[in-house]
């Protein structure tokens, strides 16, 4: 399709304003997705904090309440057993969260308890019993054991525990048992929809994840991935101290927006260092980025496409001046004589008139096909491999050079029924197919030439070692790939490939001579049975008909 002068202005001067244009939307977008991505990770790593803070909230407030409670007497120095049991009563019904709260004597046994379960059971070789004798003593979550099967368990799921644990002593500081609470575990993921469910809007898909310090162990999370290791990244920065977020792969393959922050503690309670994770999957954390994105773009081309408008419009005056010289060139590019008009009263134009006037002759009739002709005699039409007359070329610099070549030469088994069979135009629509395997599986610096019909020569340089060896590794290659299917119109075509290999000037010094060998080593494959190689040898020409 040929276009005007102005045709080519507007399209140069809309190119350059949609480009323009683009380069201004896509940084105006990555700096504004940038921005909205800190604002999105920063978001997550403040709810992980939250989170965390909350978590660690909570531990000091009922490690706060079970110390206050063995601050009374009677649970400190109980007398009256069942003034204790009261008490402990009461705190279970007042603070649900507590599943279990106990109080021992010093050899472990349990005298008191929420609704008397465990009530003489000896439970000195329980955690919660050997460490909280030593003091106060808050143990990480754990499964169920003694109280398992003994409280109600609606869920179904396994029961999990954190454990608040404190020494007691009478008047004279002497150890007389151990006050002992089970917190549910449910109680972290009220938490966890206290923080989120704000958020389940501008954080859609996010999950909150809490590990363990000791072994990386997910305490909360999705239900799959509950009591697995977790080692990510953002883990081990949260380790540090870090309260940050990053783009990570996590071990399901997919990448996610994670935010991360440890529990740290409040007040006078040290936490038991959870770390807690949030994550988003990365194309529901960045969409709005991908929409801004998409929105600038869209908004830079329309813009684009107003301004190569008027562009259009302006370029039609523009280049009325210049009409005359485009026709004027056109003429002459049809070999019609005609002179290119001087354009007078804006000095560019007189400039650019009067210089055409002097070179076009010279530069429309000596240069414009040059590279065009020169191409086309040296290169096959249908596949653009080299051609006898390249061959030519090739072998007298081959001569010059003094290199040891050697010739594969390929012909196709089964060509001519495909053609018979499809037509000429599918035939040659094979034959560039064959061109394209033949350039993929062959290296840069070897030389592909087609010789005519579907008859190819490859050159390459002779190994120095294992000559027949490495050219049979060769032909064997090319053999494999030609012979896998074509999908050409619809259909699955396949052809064979015999070949016949010889080596310039180790069997002739003659490189034509040599290339007849390899041709007739060709036969010798044909008549093997096709789909073979055939390293030429003086055997082979002495069994040839008519030698």
Known sequence: MKINLRAYMALFFGIMIIALTMLLSITISKQSGDTIKREIGNSLSTTAYHMADKLDSFMWSRVGEVEVLSQIGDIHSPHDITAAQSLLDQLKASIPVFSWIGLTNADGTVIAASDKILVGSDISKRPV??????????????????????????????????????????????????????????????????????????????????????????????????????????????????????????????????????????????????????????????????????????????????FAIIGWLLAGFITNPLRKISKAAHSLRLGKETPIPFIKGIKDLELLSGSLRDLVDSLVRTESNLGKMENLAHHDLLTGLGNRVALDQFIKQARTDS?????????????????????????????????????????????????????????????????????????????????????????????????????????????????????????????????????????????????
């Not at 363990?212 to 953002?234: A, F, I, Q, Y």
């Not at 087609?450 to 090319?478: I, M």
């Not at 000037?505 to 003659?510: A, S």
């Open 129 to 306: 019993y050997q460490e909280g004798k030593n003091g106060t003593f808050i143990g990480d979550v754990h499964n169920a054991v003694l109280l398992a099967n003994l409280l109600p368990n609606p869920s179904g799921e396994p029961m999990q525990f954190v454990d608040i644990s404190k020494a007691l002593t009478d008047e004279k500081g002497n150890f007389t048992g151990v006050l002992a609470a089970h917190l549910s575990w449910e109680w972290s993921r009220q938490v966890q929809d206290e923080i989120v469910e704000p958020l389940k809007d501008e954080l859609s898909g996010a999950e909150v994840f809490v590990v363990s310090k000791t072994d990386n162990t997910v305490l909360l999370g999705p239900g799959e991935m509950t009591g697995t290791v977790l080692e990510l990244n953002s883990v081990h920065n949260a380790r540090k101290g870090e309260n940050s977020w990053l783009v990570e792969k996590w071990p399901d393959g997919k990448r996610y927006l994670t935010g991360f922050a440890v529990g740290d503690g409040h007040h006078d309670y040290s936490g038991l260092g959870w770390t807690v994770i949030v994550r988003i999957p990365e194309e529901n954390a960045f969409a709005p980025v991908e929409n801004l994105k998409s929105y600038i773009i869209k908004l830079g081309t329309i813009t684009a496409v107003t």
């Open 403 to 547: 290199n040891s070549l050697s010739f594969l030469y390929l012909d196709l088994d089964g060509f001519k029924k495909i053609n018979d069979s499809y037509g000429h135009h599918i035939g040659d629509l094979l034959l560039q197919g064959v061109a394209c395997r033949l350039k993929e599986i062959t290296r840069e610096k070897d030389t592909i030439f087609r010789l005519g019909g579907d008859e190819f020569l490859v050159v390459v340089e002779t190994p120095s070692e294992s000559v027949e060896h490495v050219l049979a590794s060769v032909a064997n290659k090319l053999i494999t790939h030609i012979n896998k299917p074509y999908d050409i119109a619809d259909a699955k075509l396949q052809v064979g490939c015999s070949i016949g290999g010889a080596v310039w000037p180790d069997h002739d010094i003659d490189p034509f001579t040599v290339i007849s060998y390899a041709d007739d080593a060709l036969y010798v494959s044909k008549r093997a049975g096709k789909n073979k190689f055939t390293f030429h040898s003086k055997k082979q020409i002495n069994e040839m008909p008519g030698a």
